[in-house]
């Protein structure tokens, strides 16, 4: 825009300096293509108002066409390298973006990688280690254990062993004590702190449940396997405690016990001890010896279809021992496994021991242990 500007200015300047018959040739007042005159200002310097001077049409209109093309041009030239400059940024971002991508596929791949290998490792050690492995047991009872040990350890402490009887296809933990009536003692029943519960079904009572150091049932399946071992007899011990820390025992000189299909029948021999023979009761309706085993859903009891406690009808020795297990027969005189005395409710049946009493009742017991132990053979 300037540079027509001032070419105009020098036309205006060149032809008022040819004469007054140039610039009478062009009358102000008259009109290009009916538009206005172009106006100029003056060229002395302070005047006042503006000169006229009219510049032939084809000279403004090639000036201005002219000038239209150069900034056209210019226009265009603008664009296409704004358009090369763009295309060119957006071809960079896109290969910024392409690279970026490309490093985070490579660490999603890496990281895939060790994902897989870390897996593959767990689940190499969780396979180990709950891999069934052979057990190395100590013996195949606590007797046998002691036994072995008795020459290279001069105490031997009591505490969970690893037995394996003779016979059998299986191993499994038992409790020895090894420091009471000179030790070999494996434990089949613990009560101590009432934290156990022993209203159990037939199945808990044949595998065994509780916590070996403290309360527990073996299970009827483990104590037959160790009992019925060739040449070998197991001599039953009860170690019991009163509520007043008064202790007592009973013990029987031959125990075994039949297999799953009778009930695991309980045999007794000679009894001795200072709680009486509650197995055995005072008469022979009371005589749990040769009982078989009976549990809340399995009722071997000999109430059938009931029997009579006093003025009692009982159907069901388990449900009146509040659902425990025990070699009932019309219920009888013993059931280590009752419940603890509940003081507050006075509803639960306790632990029993009938013929142990103190003028004429019966202790409350708090605690007992049920071990047997191998008896020495004559050879």
């Given at each position: 825009?300037?540079?027509?500007?001032?070419i105009?200015?020098f036309?205006s300047?060149?032809?008022?300096?040819?004469?007054?018959?140039?610039?009478?040739?062009?009358?102000h007042?008259?009109?290009?293509?009916d538009?206005?005159?172009?106006?100029?200002?003056k060229?002395?310097?302070?005047a006042?108002?503006?000169?006229?001077?009219?510049?032939?049409?084809?000279?403004?209109?090639?000036?201005?066409?002219?000038?239209?093309?150069?900034?056209?041009?210019?226009?265009?030239?603008?664009?296409?390298?704004?358009?090369?400059?763009?295309?060119?940024?957006?071809?960079?971002?896109?290969?910024?973006?392409?690279r970026?991508?490309?490093i985070?596929?490579?660490?999603?791949?890496?990281?895939?990688?060790?994902v897989?290998?870390l897996?593959?490792?767990?689940?190499?050690?969780?396979?180990?280690?709950?891999?069934?492995?052979?057990v190395?047991?100590?013996?195949?009872?606590?007797s046998?254990?002691?036994d072995?040990?008795?020459?290279?350890?001069?105490?031997?402490?009591?505490?969970?062993?690893?037995?394996?009887?003779?016979?059998?296809?299986s191993?499994?933990?038992?409790?020895?004590?090894?420091?009471?009536?000179?030790?070999?003692?494996?434990?089949?029943?613990r009560?101590?702190?009432?934290l156990?519960?022993f209203k159990?079904?037939w199945?808990?009572?044949?595998?065994?449940?509780?916590?070996?150091?403290?309360?527990?049932?073996?299970?009827?399946?483990?104590?037959?396997?160790i009992?019925?071992?060739?040449e070998?007899?197991?001599?039953?011990?009860?170690?019991?405690?009163?509520?007043?820390?008064?202790?007592?025992?009973?013990?029987?000189?031959?125990?075994?016990l039949?297999?799953?299909?009778?009930?695991?029948?309980?045999?007794?021999?000679?009894?001795?001890?200072?709680?009486?023979?509650?197995?055995?009761?005072y008469e022979?309706?009371?005589?749990?010896?040769t009982?078989?085993f009976?549990?809340?859903?399995?009722d071997?009891d000999?109430c059938?279809?009931?029997?009579?406690?006093?003025?009692?009808?009982?159907?069901?020795?388990?449900?009146?021992?509040?659902?425990?297990?025990?070699?009932?027969?019309?219920?009888?005189?013993?059931?280590?496994?009752g419940?603890p005395?509940d003081?507050?409710?006075?509803q639960?049946?306790?632990i029993?021991?009938?013929?142990w009493?103190?003028?004429?009742?019966?202790?409350?017991i708090?605690a007992?242990?049920?071990?047997?132990r191998?008896?020495?053979?004559n050879n």
């Open positions: 825009m300037w540079t027509t500007s001032l105009l200015l036309l300047h060149l032809l008022s300096s040819n004469g007054s018959e140039n610039s009478s040739s062009f009358n007042s008259e009109t290009i293509n538009e206005a005159p172009v106006k100029f200002p060229s002395t310097v302070g006042k108002g503006w000169d006229t001077c009219s510049i032939p049409c084809d000279v403004t209109v090639k000036l201005l066409r002219d000038e239209k093309h150069s900034i056209c041009g210019q226009l265009q030239q603008s664009l296409l390298a704004f358009g090369r400059s763009t295309r060119k940024l957006m071809r960079d971002v896109m290969e910024e973006q392409q970026a991508l490309d985070l596929s490579n660490q999603v791949t890496e990281l895939m990688t060790k897989q290998m897996s593959s490792e767990v689940q190499r050690s969780n396979t180990e280690m709950y891999s069934v492995k052979p190395q047991s100590h013996g195949r009872d606590c046998d254990i002691k072995n040990l008795i020459a290279v350890v001069p105490k031997i402490p009591s505490g969970i062993y690893i037995v394996h009887p003779e016979n059998t296809d191993s499994f933990e038992v409790f020895c004590e090894m420091d009471y009536m000179g030790g070999g003692w494996t434990v089949m029943q009560r101590s702190d009432g156990t519960d159990r079904s199945i808990d009572y044949s595998d065994g449940f509780g916590h070996l150091p403290g309360e527990h049932w073996l299970g009827l399946k483990k104590v037959f396997q009992v019925s071992q060739k070998t007899r197991f001599q039953l011990h009860i170690a019991l405690v009163s509520q007043d820390d008064v202790t007592s025992y009973a013990s029987y000189d031959d125990f075994h039949d297999n799953e299909t009778q009930f695991y029948g309980i045999h007794l021999g000679r009894y001795a001890g200072s709680a009486g023979d509650a197995f055995r009761g022979q309706e009371q005589n749990q010896d009982a078989p009976s549990a809340s859903d399995v071997n000999g059938n279809p009931s029997c009579s406690l006093g003025n009692r009808t009982v159907e069901s020795c388990s449900a009146l021992h509040n659902q425990t297990g025990w070699w009932f027969n019309q219920c009888g005189l013993a059931n280590l496994n419940s005395e003081t507050e409710s006075n639960r049946t306790s029993l021991w009938d013929t009493r103190q003028n004429g009742v019966p202790h409350g708090k007992v242990t049920m071990k047997i191998r008896i020495p053979t």
